[in-house]
């Protein structure tokens, strides 16, 4: 049963153009929702995060958006840099326990 | 270099043996979280410490065990190991007790491969 879903296993992006990333929930009840970027050999890192009462939030080039009617989030980045390409997970948090997709891995090409 | 110090980084034993994974937070954070990461698979919720105290479990198997100590690095114990067990061990670190609402620092992870 999984909650928490990344759709796409990858995804490849022209630098300097936008890449969004998608991911689909199941529980109505998470507070939270939360993008880690992971690079080879390394451990994941906060990248932005959306409480469940907000629809948007953003940080530079990157915003996240919550349609919760849809159970919906995305990862909007702009413009994609060649140091984007890395492994993206979504996470959602409820009741102490934070759950993970199984990672978009985005490949930004020059 | 995260602060979230993993050892060790590379661990390869045989079904039936133990184990043992430690884990030393960011200077500061009182919560330590481990995972569990299988090929291709996202990140498994196995439990989580508190200043020294059991605050969440996740799916974590009876054969696996963890503790914090008062010096607040953990260990997470793993014991009569099975080829399904090989995996990326990922702990992580926060300042307070909600990994929602608290950023995690990730340690680079502990690899571990049963034959």
């Known amino acids: 049963d999984q909650q928490v879903k990344q759709n796409s296993p990858s995804l490849s992006v022209q630098e300097g153009r936008i890449s969004i990333l998608n991911c689909d929930y199941t529980n109505s009840m998470f507070d939270y929702f939360l993008w880690y970027k992971k690079y080879p050999a390394e451990g994941p890192t906060f990248l932005i995060s959306?409480?469940?009462i907000k629809d948007k939030n953003e940080d530079g080039r990157f915003t996240v958006f919550l349609n919760k009617s849809a159970k919906h989030l995305s990862l909007h980045i702009v413009p994609s840099q060649p140091g984007d390409s890395a492994v993206y997970f979504c996470?959602?948090?409820?009741?102490?326990?934070?759950?993970w997709g199984a990672g978009t891995k985005l490949i930004i090409k020059p | 270099d995260s602060g979230v110090t993993q050892t060790p980084k590379h661990l390869i034993t045989a079904t039936g043996q133990r184990v043992t994974l430690r884990c030393s937070p960011r200077s500061g954070d009182l919560s330590v979280y481990w995972y569990q990461q299988s090929l291709d698979q996202g990140l498994q919720f196995l439990i989580q410490?508190?200043?020294?105290?059991?605050?969440a479990k996740g799916n974590i198997l009876e054969r696996f065990s963890a503790q914090q100590f008062p010096d607040l690095h953990s260990e997470l114990n793993l014991s009569s190991l099975e080829l399904g067990d090989s995996a990326l061990y990922f702990c992580a670190s926060s300042v307070g007790d909600r990994a929602g609402a608290n950023v995690l620092t990730f340690g680079a992870g502990s690899r571990l491969t049963v034959l």
């Open positions: 996470a959602a948090y409820s009741n102490y326990q934070l759950i």
């Open positions: 410490y508190y200043n020294g105290e059991e605050r």
């Open positions: 959306i409480s469940s």
